[in-house]
């Protein structure tokens, strides 16, 4: 009964905010962005994708900001924790008076629920990964335990999390998306949470009230926000999947924020008709690269590799695919992710000395190689025609291969795919999300690329566990330094700028950090 009357109270709140709603969309203080396409779901443990909407429709413990130009963890419904000497134990205090959007309070049962939820197999969770290192996670989600041990609620306002071993990327973990914290009595149990607004409900400053499925979704201001009520009054996010239609929105006023991740194609069109002084951009904390497999002859030679890494002109291919926006890079770690190295040697473009090491590593007449492309990325068949031309002026016959997306996945986790260029995001603010994902020993044969460096993967492992921060930065800078240019496994290309042309009445507009087109939209005012 109890369940029920909840529910039926959550959903009358909730329609009774779809009338003032339609009201405010009208209103001259309406934040009109576009997405290009329908969010997944609403259910951020449900998707690896579509994060606007839990950014600014939920909160997590800890949040990643940009503070004096770096980002940086900050509190979020937590406003203080500690950490155990030992790496092990993270207790954290929650905010007193935080609210759901359904009026619920906030409290550490709340976030007990939340990892629960992510970890129970029924829920068919995306980023358990998350809270993987905590203690009984992984039983509650192999079905060997019907809750996650680990995570506790010592009072109403105090959550203490227990790891299995030391990580000391976890903090940031909790600040992704994934880490959004739900609220037990509205979700529990509810079979459509991530497809109905009426039962979506988390604590952030904006609510989704609407969701018009290949129109728009539209997100309320959030009045009792913790933090403060927004400066907006919402939120109308377009579907408009034509970037010819969302340049025109634009032009016509009908969008006040063009987000050139979702039409690059147009952002020359923007600098030609004087809107150059609109454009505003930041570091995408990503790098594009490209993908050695050194169980393949001849690129198990390591001065191969080297060689047809000096071979690329990496600036010439920034300045054709994205009109030089972003900067090339010598490290596999971007800028503005943790123990990034200004410092790293430069990978020289010099064809000549290319093709001094290829003969030298008997290969004057050059050699055949594969580049795997993906048949439905366009750019990355683009950006590999562009490096073949590269490799074939220094006497390298590169193929391009074009599989299926199924196909290429499958090949590429049994380290069976030759090379490849792609690119890797930051999710969260440390270096083990570049690379651990790559290079360690659990996942460099799932790469396909078959690293065999035993003192540089046991350093991965290691860098892990260390609590000395100083000392987990310096060894991966080592690390960097041995995967791009010691052992020269990849090659890093470039990192691109988050670009985007605002309406001039968009102040505040903060540029993201990281390594999405997601954000927070809580900082904006529009002027009159």
Not at 66 to 73: L, P, Y
Not at 244 to 259: A, H, P
Not at 413 to 432: Q, R, T
């Amino acid at each position: 009964m109890k369940r029920l009357l909840s529910l039926a109270v959550a959903l009358l709140l909730a329609l009774a905010m779809l009338v003032p709603a339609a009201v405010a969309e009208s209103s001259d203080n309406w934040l009109r962005i576009f997405f290009t396409d329908n969010p997944e779901t609403l259910d951020v443990q449900k998707t690896t994708d579509c994060y606007t909407i839990p950014l600014n429709c939920f909160d997590r413990l800890v949040e990643t900001d940009t503070v004096d130009g770096e980002a940086q963890i900050v509190p979020g419904l937590a406003d203080s924790w500690e950490i155990s000497e030992d790496g092990l134990s993270y207790t954290f205090h929650l905010h007193e008076g935080v609210t759901f959007q359904n009026g619920d309070p906030l409290t550490a049962d709340d976030v007990v629920y939340t990892v629960n939820r992510m970890m129970d197999p029924a829920t068919g969770a995306k980023n358990t990964d998350i809270f993987d290192v905590v203690v009984g996670a992984t039983a509650m989600y192999n079905g060997e335990a019907e809750s996650v041990e680990g995570v506790v609620a010592l009072d109403d306002n105090t959550v203490q999390f227990n790891l299995e071993s030391a990580y000391a990327p976890f903090l940031s973990c909790l600040a992704t998306p994934g880490g959004s914290i739900y609220n037990r009595e509205s979700t529990e149990g509810v079979d459509d949470f991530g497809e109905n607004p009426a039962v979506c409900f988390g604590t952030g400053p904006f609510q989704v009230t609407e969701w018009e499925l290949g129109s728009k979704v539209t997100l309320v201001a959030n009045p009792n926000y913790f933090k403060g009520a927004p400066q907006i009054d919402g939120i109308t996010a377009f579907i408009v999947p034509d970037a010819d239609t969302q340049r025109m929105m634009f032009e016509q006023g009908e969008v006040d924020v063009f987000n050139f991740d979702y039409a690059e194609s147009q952002l020359q069109w923007f600098l030609d008709n004087g809107y150059a002084d609109q454009i505003v951009s930041g570091s995408r904390a990503g790098t594009y690269y490209f993908m050695f497999n050194t169980a393949i002859e001849p690129l198990n030679d390591v001065n191969v590799r080297k060689a047809l890494q000096m071979a690329i002109n990496r600036q010439e291919i920034l300045d054709a695919i994205y009109s030089g926006e972003g900067k090339v890079l010598s490290s596999f770690i971007p800028e503005g992710v943790l123990s990034h190295n200004p410092d790293a040697p430069e990978i020289p473009y010099d064809p000549d000395q290319a093709r001094t090491m290829l003969a030298e590593a008997g290969y004057e007449d050059g050699f055949d190689m594969e580049i795997a492309v993906m048949a439905d990325s366009t750019t990355s068949l683009t950006v590999s025609t562009i490096l073949k031309s590269y490799w074939q002026a220094i006497g390298v016959r590169a193929e391009i291969k074009q599989y299926d997306e199924s196909s290429y996945y499958a090949i590429r986790k049994d380290g069976e795919l030759p090379s490849y260029y792609n690119s890797w995001s930051a999710d969260f603010n440390d270096p083990d999300n570049f690379l651990y994902t790559f290079f360690s020993k659990k996942n460099t044969v799932g790469r396909s690329i078959n690293y065999d460096n035993v003192e540089i993967m046991d350093l991965l492992d290691e860098a892990r566990v260390m609590v000395d921060f100083d000392e987990r930065m310096a060894a991966y800078q080592k690390i960097d330094n041995a995967v791009v240019h010691e052992d020269a496994i990849t090659l890093p290309l470039y990192q691109r700028n988050h670009l985007f042309c605002l309406n001039p009445r968009v102040q505040g507009f903060k540029v993201a950090w990281n390594g999405w087109s997601d954000m927070s939209f809580y900082s904006i005012s529009l002027a009159d």
